[in-house]
Nanobody, 125 residues
Framework: VQLQASGGGLAQAGGSLRLSCAASGRTFSTNNMGWFRQAPGKERAFVAGISGSGGYTRYVDSVKGRFTISRDNSKNTVYLQMNSLKPEDTAVYYC???????????????????WGQGTQVTVSS
């Protein structure tokens, strides 16, 4: 199973980036997926999650209203649209997948068995 994240890069504060994560090796259409991030010197932290159907989402408070998670199950892909970016959004972003599908979007690291390689997002002020 592989989760291949892409779309990271450099953006100015107030700008936008869209991350994509393509899954291969298994279908995640009934499984929860999400994004975590790790800033320099900080622990890896939950950013957003989405249920298998896409009908339920969850966000960390700091990104609510700015980030949107979505998925296209026909492409086995999950997205993170990031708008109004701030320098504090600078981090390596990791795509994650769970072996379970549930309405409850678990923000814990150990709820996700599959991890992508990470993509760097840098926001300049």
């Amino acid at each position: 199973v592989q989760l291949q994240a892409s779309g990271g890069g450099l953006a100015q504060a107030g700008g936008s980036l869209r991350l994509s994560c393509a899954a291969s090796g298994r279908t995640f259409s009934t499984n929860n997926m999400g994004w975590f991030r790790q800033a320099p010197g900080k622990e890896r932290a939950f950013v957003a999650g989405i249920s298998g159907s896409g009908g339920y989402t969850r966000y960390v408070d700091s990104v609510k209203g700015r980030f949107t998670i979505s998925r296209d199950n026909s492409k086995n892909t999950v997205y993170l649209q990031m708008n109004s970016l701030k320098p504090e959004d600078t981090a390596v972003y990791y795509c994650v997948g769970s072996q379970r599908g549930a309405i409850f979007i678990n923000p814990a690291l150990n709820a996700y068995e599959y991890w992508g390689q990470g993509t760097q997002v840098t926001v300049s002020s």
